[in-house]
């Protein structure tokens, strides 16, 4: 079998077990959310928090529970770092230093898992367990509340509630993201992934030789990392290490699991607007847009040209052989469509075009599927945008799902728009401007500016992989990026919270001949365009200072 057709057949088997649990997995979702039923252990978490699980919340007090929450998160994974040398379990490694503590806290916190150390070498067990991998878990889970709030503000009309923030941040650990990693992490166990409290051992080399290395609970995290596109590896070389992602079958399976909350929760849309149809439409922009990617990452990377690359069947540097250019392409697209940020390659060796689909798929702002929770709310916000667009084509006032687009909701969409970019270029040009460590940029030209693009448009849109170029463990990339992290993540929720407040506030609007049926394929090719041409067209003039110039040369 050739490695183009192995490529192939991999993405027809993926693409067939998603579309087999979407709607299963959808209307559980659906269920969930909607639910009037509080489990047992769900009201004793109630209890212990202070929470009253049936209030209903304007969107200003949804806000200051996700803001509060997510506060709290960052002071204690934070504490937790910096007091790790008096822990049991630590392996031997000391506090965390400040700056890096800082970093790691507001970079699991955002679901952002941006990672500039190593984990085999830094954190211990308490810390990897009781830290990061928790936070996997409730930064998925806030990610989902939000969506969920702004799929109610469409939903409803004449209030401006939008449920609770406390009942949907455990309904969705606990019946959703817990359940399912479970089921996840006994499959990697299966499969080969480690998972223990071994301490640090030696371990042969087929070159000879040993290395040291320390075992963990790696596939209880692999599961969350993914199934919560989260992406911080357990080991420097994240899901390249052969204890983490040990074949084949556990790279497809992990790519699974990275996009199926995202796609299925359009199918959650669906059923909570009352009308599945909608869902089918933002669920068919996603895959096209998804596909599209994966095809343009396959072509530059089996097609690329020179005589090694031709010997090889393609553009084989830094990749894994066990996992080959098919099944590499398909997780780099995927894990930058959404914001996972895990990788099974060095996305640096990526060919020059090739790394610029991986960061256009970035700057798009993850929406094909895009994050847990983020990708669908991302998405519906450009959904607003374009009606709005129609709208403006016809000389009507824009309207989508009985819900009128006025000055307000478009001021609103605009500023969730505008925020990221004004991050990722701003924040990149002060890098290159002002004398910031030399040693951190290794390589001259349009590589290297590409490595500080690619580490700003990481960290603003909360995904969390790097060209592995970019020495990023300073003082100052440790700051910009985590300032990048937090305001790339909360600030576009605030916008999106806003926005579903004053949709729910609205009375719907009656459907006549002339309103824009936004659940058929035209609305899908549309809404298409304006991810592609609104959201792209922002970040071209750096695209080609970057990988377009590196992938024309």
């Known amino acids: 079998m050739g490695p183009v057709l192995a490529g192939v057949l991999q993405l027809l088997a993926l693409t067939g077990a998603l579309a087999l649990v979407h709607a299963p997995a959808g209307a559980y979702m659906a269920r969930v959310y909607s639910s009037r039923r509080h489990l047992r252990v769900e009201r004793w978490i109630y209890r212990g928090i202070g929470a009253d699980p049936d209030a209903e919340l304007t969107w200003p007090a949804y806000l200051r529970g996700v803001l509060a929450f997510s506060a709290a998160g960052v002071l204690l994974l934070y504490l937790l770092q910096r007091t790790q040398g008096v822990l049991?379990?630590?392996?031997?490694?000391?506090?965390?230093g400040p700056a890096q503590s800082f970093n790691t806290a507001v970079s699991f916190v955002t679901n952002t898992n941006w990672q500039s150390y190593a984990g085999e070498q830094t954190m211990g067990h308490v810390v990897q367990t009781a830290g990061l991998a928790v936070q996997n878990f409730l930064s998925a889970a806030v990610g989902m509340a939000v969506a969920v709030a702004l799929?109610?503000?469409?939903a409803r009309s004449r209030t401006g509630e939008l449920g609770n923030f406390w009942t949907d941040l455990v309904r969705g650990t606990v019946r959703i993201l817990l359940p399912a990693a479970t089921v996840a992490a006994l499959v990697l166990v299966a499969c080969g992934v480690v998972q223990n409290f071994s301490g640090i051992h030696e371990v042969g080399q087929f070159t000879g030789g040993a290395r040291q290395w320390n075992g963990g609970a790696v596939a209880s995290q692999e599961a969350i990392k993914v199934l919560g596109t989260n992406g911080g590896g357990y080991f420097n070389a994240n899901s390249a290490h052969p204890y983490e992602n040990p074949t084949p079958f556990t790279n497809l399976f992990e790519i699974f699991l990275i996009l199926v909350i995202p796609f299925s929760l359009t199918r959650t849309f669906g059923v909570m607007v009352g009308s599945v149809r909608q869902g089918h439409a933002v669920l068919a922009t996603m895959v096209t847009i998804w596909l599209g990617f994966v095809a343009l990452m396959m072509?530059?990377?089996?097609?690329?040209?020179?005589?090694?690359?031709q010997a090889a069947g393609g553009a084989?540097?830094?990749?894994e052989v066990r996992f080959g250019i098919g099944g590499s392409s398909v997780f780099a697209v995927s894990t930058t469509l959404t914001s996972t940020g895990a990788v099974d390659a060095s996305h640096s060796s990526l060919t020059g075009l090739g790394g610029g689909i991986t960061l256009l798929g970035m700057m798009l702002g993850e929406v094909a599927p895009g994050g847990v929770g983020s990708g669908l709310y991302g998405m519906l916000v450009m959904a607003v945008v374009a009606v709005f667009v129609a709208g403006l084509m016809v000389g009507r006032t824009p309207e989508y799902l009985g819900k009128r687009i006025g000055p307000r909701e478009m001021k609103l969409a605009a500023c969730y728009l505008l925020i990221t970019p004004a991050l990722v270029l701003v924040l990149t040009a002060a890098s290159l401007a002002l004398p910031t460590?030399?040693?951190s940029v290794l390589n001259s030209g349009a590589h290297g500016f590409s490595e500080v693009l690619y580490a700003f448009t990481s960290a603003a849109q909360n995904n969390g992989s790097a060209f592995a170029g970019l020495n990023a463990d300073t003082d100052w990339y440790n700051t910009t990026t985590g300032l990048a992290m937090l305001l790339g993540r909360f600030l576009p929720m605030v916008f999106v919270l806003a926005l579903a407040g004053s949709l729910a506030g609205q009375r719907p609007v009656p459907v006549t001949a002339g309103t824009l049926r936004t659940d058929k394929p035209l609305f899908s090719g549309l809404l298409a365009g304006a991810v592609l041409i609104v959201a792209g067209l922002t970040y071209f003039p750096a695209l080609a200072l970057g990988?377009?110039?590196e992938g024309l040369a």
């Not at 049991?88 to 965390?96: D, E, H, Q, T």
């Not at 072509?299 to 690359?309: K, L, R, S």
């Open 316 to 319: 084989m540097e830094g990749k």
């Open 88 to 96: 049991p379990g630590s392996l031997g490694f000391g506090a965390v």
């Open 437 to 439: 460590p030399p040693h």
């Open 151 to 154: 799929v109610r503000g469409f």
């Open 299 to 309: 072509w530059t990377e089996f097609a690329h040209h020179g005589p090694v690359p």
């Open 547 to 549: 990988p377009l110039a």
